[in-house]
């Protein structure tokens, strides 16, 4: 039920921007989680947590990799979905190692407390304000701009193969019209001796 979630979550996130180093951090983050908790797990229940945790680490990622705090394309709400998505893994970390390692006190409350603040900011992340209507649209702006100037490119390469293989052609009928012209006059000449011999 858990993993749908996350699905959810990650497909309202979005795959864009990618953000490599953010995915890095998140990679490292699920091996260590993988380290902490293979060891504890047998069967069908290791499979199923390597896939839980490669299903949360990918949600943190998108979560993460909205925020673009040095090109101010950042919100609260896209805060919210990042803090959000941190509590949840924090909170889903703790009950792993309350199950699967072993049990601490207030276990319970701390897992409890996390998860409800994870859904809170994952929540109040839907509420979207006019600043992101804003920032959505600067993004959609460049993103247009930028294919434009990409299909503008391609344009002018097109032009310029275009005029090569024009030049190639004109020369290459120029040399036809010479090598024609040369042989007649070659002809014509060999006529006009042969005519004065005789």
């Excluded at 797990?41 to 896939?51: D, R, S």
Aim: hydrophobic content about 45%.
């Amino acid at each position: 039920m858990f993993g749908i979630a996350h699905v959810i979550y990650t497909s309202a996130f979005g795959l864009r921007p990618f953000n490599l180093y953010a995915g890095g951090s998140c990679v490292l983050l699920g091996l260590f989680s993988h380290w902490l908790l293979g060891s504890s797990l047998n069967g069908i229940m290791y499979y199923l947590i390597v896939a839980y945790i490669c299903l949360i680490t990918f949600m943190l990622w998108r979560a993460i990799a909205r925020i673009q705090l040095f090109d101010q394309l950042w919100t609260w709400t896209k805060l919210c979905s990042c803090f959000g998505a941190v509590c949840f893994v924090i909170s889903d970390l703790l009950l792993a190692l309350d199950r699967f390692r072993a049990p601490f006190s207030y276990s319970h409350q701390l897992i409890m407390v996390s998860y409800y603040t994870a859904q809170l900011l994952i929540a109040l992340s839907v509420v979207d304000s006019k600043l992101d209507w804003t920032v959505n649209y600067r993004v959609i702006q460049e993103t247009d701009l930028f294919k434009l100037a990409e299909e503008v490119r391609l344009l002018k390469k097109q032009v310029r193969q275009r005029k090569r293989e024009e030049m190639r052609r004109s020369s290459s009928r120029e040399c036809l019209a010479s090598a024609a012209s040369s042989s007649s006059s070659s002809s014509s000449s060999s006529s006009s001796s042969q005519s004065q011999s005789s």
